[in-house]
T-cell receptor, first 112, second 113 residues
C-alpha cells in the first residue's frame, strides 16, 4: 500500500558536521510534505515544509529537498548542534482528507 | 501561551476502566486530530474533527470516541481499556485547508496495567 518511510532508523553525526536525513514516499498523489522534530517527552515540532511544485526550500540551518522523480525527500541540517538530537519524522498529506501520514522516524544522535 | 495543550500528561489505569484525555487549542484552527504513537515511535492518525464533524475515522476500535464541545476542544474518551491501548496519545490542530502543518500537543502517556 501507500507509505512514507525512512531509510535509516539511527543517524550519528559529529557536532558541527552537516546531517542528512532521508525519506522515501510511494504515493505519487502526495503534494505536501513536512519534516517534524520530536524531542523526548514532547510532541512533534514543525521544522519545515515543501509543496510538490518546489524541489528545494531553505530555513534557518535546514534545507528540504524534494525529488518527485524518485519519490524522495531529505532534510539537511547544517552545523549540527547538541540541541538537534531528536527523532525526525517526514510526513505527507495526500488525497482529499486532512491529516498527515508519518514515516517511521530517524533518531539523530550528536557526538561531541 | 501554549498553543495545543492536553491533560493529563501521564495516565496510569487498570484494564477495564474508562478514561478521558482532554485537548484544547488556542490557535483558532478549524481542524483537530488525535494521533497514537506506539512503542516504536510510529505515529498513526486516529480521528480528526472539522467544525464538529468527524471527517476521518481510521480503523480504531469503537471503544475510542472523540468528543468536541466546540472547535477549540477535542477530547478523547476510551472505554474498557485494554493492555494494548498503552501508548502516547497526541492531540493536534491545523487550518481546515489541506497543505498546512499540524501543531501538536506534548502528549499523554497512557499505561494500562
Amino acid at each position: 500500500g501507500e507509505s512514507v518511510g525512512l531509510h535509516l532508523p539511527t543517524l550519528s553525526v559529529q557536532e558541527g558536521d552537516n546531517s542528512i536525513i532521508n525519506c522515501a514516499y510511494s504515493n505519487s498523489a502526495s503534494d505536501y510534505f513536512i519534516w517534524y522534530k520530536q524531542e523526548s517527552g514532547k510532541g512533534p515540532q514543525f521544522i519545515i515544509d515543501i509543496r510538490s511544485n518546489m524541489d528545494k526550500r531553505q530555513g534557518q540551518r535546514v534545507t528540504v529537498l524534494l525529488n518527485k522523480t524518485v519519490k524522495h525527500l531529505s532534510l539537511q541540517i547544517a552545523a549540527t548542534q547538541p540541541g538537534d538530537s531528536a527523532v525526525y519524522f517526514c510526513a505527507e498529506n495526500s488525497g482529499g482528507a486532512d491529516g498527515l501520514t508519518f514515516g517511521k522516524g530517524t533518531h539523530l544522535i550528536i557526538q561531541p | 501561551d501554549t498553543a495545543v495543550s492536553q491533560t493529563p500528561k501521564y495516565l496510569v489505569t487498570q484494564m477495564g476502566n474508562d478514561k478521558s484525555i482532554k485537548c484544547e487549542q488556542n490557535l483558532g484552527h478549524d481542524t483537530m486530530y488525535w494521533y497514537k504513537q506506539d512503542s516504536k515511535k510510529f505515529l498513526k492518525i486516529m480521528f480528526s474533527y472539522n467544525n464538529k464533524e468527524l471527517i476521518i475515522n481510521e480503523t480504531v476500535p469503537n471503544r475510542f470516541s472523540p468528543k468536541s464541545p466546540d472547535k477549540a476542544h477535542l477530547n478523547l474518551h476510551i472505554n474498557s481499556l485494554e493492555l494494548g491501548d498503552s501508548a502516547v496519545y497526541f492531540c493536534a490542530s491545523s487550518q481546515a485547508n489541506r497543505g498546512s502543518p499540524l501543531h501538536f500537543g506534548n502528549g499523554t502517556r497512557l499505561t494500562v496495567t
